[in-house]
């Protein structure tokens, strides 16, 4: 007897709908499975029929041959055991076979329970689409898949399952439950806390208003300073001034981590950014995504966040190379034999570096920590290319001892914050009224918008070229200092970029002049 059902496989972040198709027949007793199933799907077979038996049904030598079609894509993981072992229940009669409204996924044990999968948000999402009128999943991932059920206004409904036996009388309605319903907009709720806050930081004004203009304007950054000026701490502060995750953005995000199997149990919605902080020894593939079987990398999983690299000349060249793609398309594709795969990668970058090799860039009495040719060897490591795409480049120098031991108080990342949310409201109504899809931040702005959005007065226009001629900066770099400056004017409150925010945004390309003197 042939009986189907609906499955997902996952295809990046996305999900695409798999027909279950299995077939019990007289003959010699065999389990096929067909379709391109990877080597934990071939496997399933002991899996399934081991949690069929132990679970208390009864399982005659048949030949059993399974489809997962459409055949031409291909089908990975584990969450099929569950879809089969159904199937082949419902080609038995054991189970009503009439389930082709129903999707469902799990991971079997042998023991007939079910465990917690990958990709539940984008699986559920996709079902929405599909117009399925019911979800089964493991219970781990009930609430996730809710989630979208409730963004989707779908009507369709999410059942959590624990074992085989309990879907079966799901499915034969011996057993009667509501749906899982998640409020969302409770996850929404609660102040988020952070590690770090502006407040705790002495010292280094320049620093953080730097940080705070590339919150507002979604600008990359690099800091520049020797040992323990406070580069990381400003960097673990700067989530904290960054606007609230957008549900469309923290959907987004949170299918990243639904499909790299990194979302906690009990937080089915990321309602926070993301910040990244890979070692300098992480891998390319690592770093960009990709491998074997095609994983979200260090780049994706800081998307709509922070993807902070401290050490920066540390990390080996190739892999700071791979940045470049990612920084100016905000999307990375991984290309394999039979599939190319885009995951997206809008992340704002946050380096940071030593001056020199050995830390601070002059001891006490003033003399260079290590020679020319060290130190020029240590920063060749950064290519030109990748430093244009930095907008904005800060000296972040040792802390005064009178900061340090100042008791005067400092602003709260709670008031900068206000500030960076009413810049990104002005940048994001100026974009909506030119409809431009899919800008929403002044980095985000092409040559076009940046002619529209950045008109100089002609003096203006005169002191650019003077710094352009001057610094010897390409055509990459004129564009961030321009875009930096339509972000300080949106700070002040500005209609157009005045020549005192276009200075200032000259002084945020540091790596651009003569830093190093010696």
Known sequence: MLSRLAAASLVGIDAVKVDVETNVSGGIPSFTVVGLPDNAIRESRERILTAIRNSGFDMPPKKVTVNLAPADIKKEGTAFDLPVAVGLLGSLKLVDHHFGDTLIMGELALDGSIRRVNGALPVAIMASREKIRRI????????????????????????????????????????????????????????????????????????????????????????????????????????????????????????????????????????????????????????????????????????????????????????????RQPLEDREVTVSRISVTTRYPAGFMLVAAMNPSPAGALKDRDGNLTASPREIQRYLSKISGPLLDRIDIHIDVPKVENTDLFSAAASESSRDIRLRVIRAREVQRERFAAASCTGVYTNAQMGTKLIRKFCALSPESSQKLMDAMNLLNLSARAHDRILKVSRTIADLDGSESVEMRHLVQGIQYRNLDRDFWSF
């Open 136 to 323: 089964i999943v493991p219970l781990g991932n009930a609430a996730e898949a809710a989630v979208a059920v409730s963004a989707s206004n779908s009507g369709i409904e999410v059942f959590g399952v624990e074992t085989l036996n309990e879907t079966v009388a799901l499915l034969n309605g011996k057993e009667s439950r509501p749906p899982v319903e998640v409020n969302v907009a409770e996850l929404f709720t609660s102040e988020p806390e952070y590690p770090v806050d502006f407040a705790d930081i002495k010292g280094q004004q320049a620093a953080k208003k730097a940080l705070e203009i590339a919150a507002a304007g979604g600008h990359n950054l690099l800091m520049i300073g020797p040992p323990g000026s406070g580069k990381t701490m400003l960097a673990k502060a700067l989530p904290g001034i960054l606007p609230p995750l957008g549900f469309e953005e923290s959907l987004e995000t949170t299918k990243i981590y639904s499909v790299a199997s990194l979302l906690e149990k009990d937080r089915p919605l990321m309602v926070t950014r993301p910040f990244r902080n890979p070692h300098h020894t992480t891998s390319n593939v690592a770093l960009i995504g990709g491998g074997t079987t095609a994983k979200p990398g260090e780049v994706s999983l800081a998307h709509n966040g922070i993807l902070f690299l401290d050490e920066l000349p540390e990390f080996s060249r190739s892999a700071l190379e791979v940045l």
